[in-house]
């Protein structure tokens, strides 16, 4: 299984919006897919004493992650870097395990011309430092708020291709991960 990490909790974001786009491109190349939305992380993970020892409203997003075969983030680019909703998500999940030989993907979403590339960046090194095996192509998309109809569809031929490719190399990606026996690299 993959699971879509959409890489934002504010509420009816662009993110989540390219995040259930990729969904049926990732099934159409062969993978199961999950949607994780950070907008429906319960309340209760964000007090001080959930930060090591998350409560256990937390239990399926760890067991999701923990049993994901490719996490494939969207990631939006906030204040030049990723959101910090998504690091302390990330800073909840068991260490070191978590994370530790998933294959990761990426894309870079932005209001702006560079598409979130300093966000996925960003987040590239916590995913190498959680001994990810990262993905070497991630789509980035400049100017997200034209990039899609109102219908929350992507209208872009070109983008939709990026994407569709893609998904078709993730899932590749993900079976050679997993094939090659690179879980304890």
Same mark, same amino acid.
């Given at each position: 299984?993959?699971?879509?990490?959409?890489?934002?909790?504010?509420?009816?974001?662009?993110?989540?919006?390219?995040?259930?786009?990729?969904?049926?491109?990732?099934?159409?190349?062969?993978?199961? &897919?999950?949607?994780?939305?950070?907008?429906?992380?319960?309340?209760?993970?964000?007090?001080?004493?959930? #930060?090591?020892?998350?409560?256990?409203?937390?239990?399926?997003?760890? &067991?999701?992650?923990?049993? &994901?075969?490719?996490?494939?983030?969207?990631?939006?680019?906030?204040?030049?870097? #990723?959101?910090?909703?998504?690091? #302390?998500?990330?800073?909840?999940?068991? %260490?070191?395990?978590?994370?530790?030989?998933?294959?990761?993907?990426?894309?870079?979403? *932005?209001?702006?011309?560079?598409?979130?590339? =300093? &966000?996925?960046?960003?987040?590239?090194?916590?995913?190498?430092?959680?001994?990810?095996?990262?993905?070497?192509?991630?789509? #980035?998309? =400049?100017?997200?708020?034209? *990039?899609?109809?109102?219908?929350?569809?992507?209208?872009?031929?070109?983008?939709?291709?990026?994407?569709?490719?893609?998904?078709?190399? %993730?899932?590749?990606?993900? =079976?050679?991960?997993?094939?090659?026996?690179?879980?304890?690299?």
């Amino acid at each position: 299984m993959i699971v879509v990490l959409s890489g934002s909790n504010r509420p009816r974001s662009r993110t989540l919006v390219v995040a259930r786009a990729l969904v049926p491109l990732l099934e159409a190349a062969g993978a199961e &897919a999950r949607l994780m939305n950070l907008e429906d992380l319960p309340g209760d993970l964000f007090v001080p004493t959930s #930060y090591g020892n998350p409560p256990p409203s937390f239990q399926p997003y760890q &067991a999701a992650i923990s049993g &994901a075969e490719g996490v494939l983030t969207v990631v939006p680019e906030y204040n030049g870097s #990723y959101p910090g909703a998504l690091k #302390y998500f990330i800073d909840l999940l068991k %260490f070191p395990e978590s994370l530790h030989g998933v294959a990761a993907g990426f894309v870079g979403i *932005a209001s702006g011309e560079w598409g979130g590339l =300093r &966000a996925v960046e960003h987040l590239q090194q916590v995913f190498r430092y959680r001994r990810a095996h990262i993905y070497g192509h991630s789509v #980035y998309v =400049r100017e997200v708020h034209r *990039a899609l109809d109102p219908a929350g569809q992507v209208q872009d031929a070109a983008l939709r291709a990026r994407l569709e490719e893609l998904a078709r190399g %993730f899932v590749a990606f993900c =079976r050679q991960v997993r094939g090659e026996g690179l879980q304890g690299a």
